[in-house]
């Protein structure tokens, strides 16, 4: 075991998770003198004032599991005694992300619960210099964005300032490296990409328009009233995501994200069939059957928010012939184990991409299912053989959307819509892997 240490080195430290959150964590134990974020490995060291607070610490989340923002965290002593100013940079050779300062900054943008546009980047950036370009796209990573200043100076400050900052206040995370691109090459002046030094450009290429239609956001990216400092509060934030206001009976301050379901069919409900219905309203991260209540499950959910849709939308809905409770649990997060199913990682967890496109859409069970990827010599004759085993379809719909085919099917009742929606999302259907939603439309 390594010996004690005022320095410890914490893992499982993801892209979400901040400073302040860190320092959260351990402050009621002693003063921080020191913290190092190790982005690349996911991992962070922080420097207690002593060895006694850092030992204090240690034997408090020995007995009980640290977790931020619904994730596990995991703390032991770092080999090093102490930190010293050479050891970021000893471990940026390691594998840590950043590079030499430049005037172009990387922006990824953590937990993002608002559609970010390139005026809200500006508002963030401009502060610190003048912006000359930026361009805005979606990796793997998450969404990201390159900010070009004007001078290096410019861009040293505004990271040195921003980073680990939320835009709004409980999401929207900053997490910014020095690019190491010479130039930003801008071709089109819109809600993707600026160049603020020539406002000639165009809009679009040529023979491009822009689309709508089922499934589209609407006017939800044309929001331009947003102020991204100072910041703003969760339930604002999330509530522009929605159009201007949140369902009636959400706050948007809940942070307990774990859920407790009971009184469900355990003869016919699993882990993946509940991890199909509740992720409509948020990313899953563990669910546990209870074994020894066989009609009771935890379902940990990303953020309190979208635990706090699941309550909403889906106490009372008919699951399988039983009425569900839904509640949220007194435990803060579920512990790994053999018997508990992680998704954690799963790409089928539907607010990876576009969250506040899904906000928009969630709805409590109806009627009404919406289908997606699907193949596209697919007719309606396949889809209704896919899914008539779970209830009477009184009605479907095939239609086109960007040249993809997607469907609406109507059920006789809520509760067949319900099966359908549990058994079949991510089946396959033709060599592709469908997504079923609920469709808030009553008639199509």
Do not use: W
Not at 160 to 187: A, H, K, M, W
């Amino acid at each position: 075991m390594t010996e004690p240490s005022k320095v410890l080195h914490v893992r499982n430290v993801g892209h979400e998770i901040s400073e302040h959150d860190l320092l959260q964590l351990v402050q009621p134990f002693g003063v921080v003198t020191k913290l190092v974020m190790l982005r690349a490995k996911n991992q962070a060291l922080l420097q207690m004032h002593d060895v006694a607070s850092a030992v204090s610490a240690l034997q408090y989340y020995t007995s009980v599991q640290p977790s931020i923002r619904g994730r596990n965290v995991y703390i032991q002593f770092s080999s090093h005694q102490e930190l010293t100013t050479a050891d970021p940079s000893s471990q940026s050779k390691n594998g840590d992300q950043d590079s030499q300062p430049n005037r172009i900054l990387l922006v990824t943008i953590h937990h993002l619960l608002y559609p970010i546009t390139v005026e809200v980047l500006h508002q963030v950036f401009s502060p610190h210099g003048f912006v000359e370009k930026i361009v805005t796209f979606q990796k793997t990573a998450g969404f990201q964005a390159l900010v070009q200043y004007q001078s290096r100076q410019s861009a040293v400050q505004a990271r040195n300032t921003l980073q680990g900052r939320n835009i709004y206040d409980g999401c929207c995370q900053l997490d910014i490296q020095f690019s190491n691109l010479p130039e930003l090459q801008v071709n089109y002046n819109n809600e993707r990409s600026r160049d603020f030094t020539n406002p000639s450009l165009p809009s679009e290429p040529k023979g491009r328009p822009s689309q709508s239609g089922y499934g589209d956001a609407g006017g939800l990216y044309g929001l331009q009233h947003a102020v991204a400092f100072p910041q703003m509060g969760t339930a604002a934030a999330v509530a522009a995501a929605f159009g201007g206001g949140l369902p009636p009976g959400i706050s948007g301050t809940n942070d307990r994200c774990t859920l407790l379901i009971s009184n469900l069919n355990s003869d016919k409900v699993d882990e993946d069939k509940l991890f199909n219905l509740f992720s409509i309203y948020g990313n899953i991260v563990r669910i546990k059957l209870l074994r020894n209540k066989p009609d009771h499950a935890l379902i940990q959910m990303a953020d309190g928010f979208q635990a706090e849709m699941a309550v909403h939308f889906l106490k009372g809905a008919i699951l399988f012939g039983k009425r569900l409770e839904v509640n949220f649990s007194k435990h803060p997060n579920i512990t790994p184990a053999q018997d508990t199913r992680d998704y954690s990682g799963s790409n089928l967890n539907r607010y990876n991409r576009n969250p506040a496109k899904n906000y928009r859409y969630c709805c409590a069970p109806t009627k009404t299912i919406h289908i997606s990827t699907l193949p596209q010599d697919i007719t309606e004759e396949d889809i209704i053989t896919h899914l008539e085993e779970h209830g009477t379809i009184v009605n479907s719909k095939l239609f086109e959307v960007n040249g993809k085919k997607q469907a609406l099917v109507v059920f006789e009742t809520e509760e067949q819509a319900t099966e359908a929606l549990v058994c079949k999302h991510a089946s396959t259907l033709d060599r592709c892997v469908i997504r079923i939603a609920f469709s808030q439309l009553q008639n199509i």
